[in-house]
């Protein structure tokens, strides 16, 4: 195993560190109003410092963006991980995805700016690469079972990634975010339950 040397510790301190005060300023301060100087202050490092790892604001945002959320989903897999049933591990993951994103004042904030922030093509994009691939392998295996209604796999993939952020955003707006999460968990349920293959009848 090959060892780090300090230069390369101290390189990616100062990234997480960035990252982490990037976080905090967005989440606070929204993406228009956020400056690289506030974000160098608050992680206390040098302008130059944030400008070295990353070429712009904009790609500060979507790197703080991506962080969280693949801090979100490795939750997200631990949680289908504690299921033995495949239908129960997707409703365990899309509730994980929920509770995760309300739970997380930061993050939710950082989704909902994300279409302004980034722009709704450059969103696609990263939910293609992130989050639609665990949601099309869940998908895949219900189908290869048999047990996934005859359906696009690749469309409903999407269809429910798009239902899950916005069931995740409306919960997190609730004046009262765990009755919103209950009720966002429960309504992702119903949909997942309109999925299943029906036995034939007789």
């Known amino acids: 195993m090959a060892v780090k040397g300090r230069r390369e510790e101290y390189k990616e301190l100062t990234r997480a560190a960035i990252l982490e005060a990037a976080a905090e300023q967005f989440s606070e301060r929204g993406f228009s109003t956020t400056t690289i100087d506030q974000v160098a202050r608050t992680a206390r490092v040098s302008k130059g410092a944030v400008y070295h790892h990353f070429a712009d604001k904009a790609e500060l945002f979507e790197a703080v963006f991506r962080d969280r959320q693949q801090h979100l989903l490795a939750s997200v897999a631990t949680a289908a991980a504690g299921r033995a049933d495949p239908w129960e591990q997707l409703d365990a993951a899309l509730a994980a995805y929920v509770d995760g994103t309300v739970a997380d004042n930061v993050h939710r904030s950082l989704l909902q700016q994300a279409p302004a922030a980034l722009g709704a093509e450059r969103c696609r994009q990263i939910d293609q690469q992130l989050g639609l691939p665990v949601l099309l392998a869940a998908l895949d295996t219900l189908h290869r079972t048999g047990e996934l209604a005859p359906q696009p796999t690749e469309?409903?993939?999407?269809?429910?990634?798009?239902?899950?952020?916005?069931a995740a955003m409306t919960a997190g707006a609730d004046s009262q975010p765990s009755r919103g999460r209950r009720q966002a968990a429960a309504a992702l349920r119903a949909i997942t339950a309109g999925l299943r293959r029906q036995p034939p009848a007789g």
């Open 155 to 166: 469309m409903l993939a999407r269809l429910l990634f798009s239902a899950l952020c916005e």
